[in-house]
């Protein structure tokens, strides 16, 4: 079940890097948009606000790398390719990845860039490098 596990460790780092970037991009957003400005006043503090969020990614990030570590471990026979231990489950996880950021992508020309580093990421975490994790994972073995 190491699988499991390099999901579980996939989805913390993710919400390790999530949270202080998209509180960086909110705090930025809330000059420009009234709605950040009500939700975020002007005092609100960075630091609680990267709290929460960090709270909240880690559920999220961490629950969806469970998942994808089961489905890794569902298609742990599928071949290697590319680079990838598991060609597979990398186009998996990219095709996910972009049916997820292909909305902000197409309609937002203002987080296009954003968008796609964190796609990028995320597609690099979960579907390129949690192989190679659970690989290496001694989590399980007797």
């Not at 999901?7 to 709605?35: C, D, M, N, Q």
């Not at 709290?51 to 629950?63: K, N, P, S």
């Not at 990421?121 to 994790?133: D, E, S, T, Y």
């Amino acid at each position: 079940m190491g699988e499991v596990f390099a999901g579980f460790v996939s989805g913390y780092i993710l919400a390790l890097i999530g949270a202080p970037a998209l509180a960086l991009a909110l705090t930025r957003l809330r000059v420009s948009s009234p709605l950040a400005a009500r939700l975020m006043p002007e005092g609100a503090p960075v630091v609680a606000m990267i709290v929460a969020l960090h709270g909240a990614l880690i559920v999220v990030f961490t629950g969806a790398g469970l998942v994808l570590g089961m489905l890794l471990f569902a298609m742990k026979d599928a071949g290697g390719a590319l680079g990838s231990r598991n060609i597979a489950f990398t186009l998996l996880v990219v095709g996910l990845t972009m049916a997820v950021f292909a909305p902000v992508v197409i309609l937002s020309a203002r987080f296009r860039l954003q968008a796609l580093v964190a796609a990028a990421v995320v597609a690099a975490l979960f579907g390129w490098l949690m192989p190679f994790m659970a690989e290496w994972s001694k989590f399980g073995s007797s």
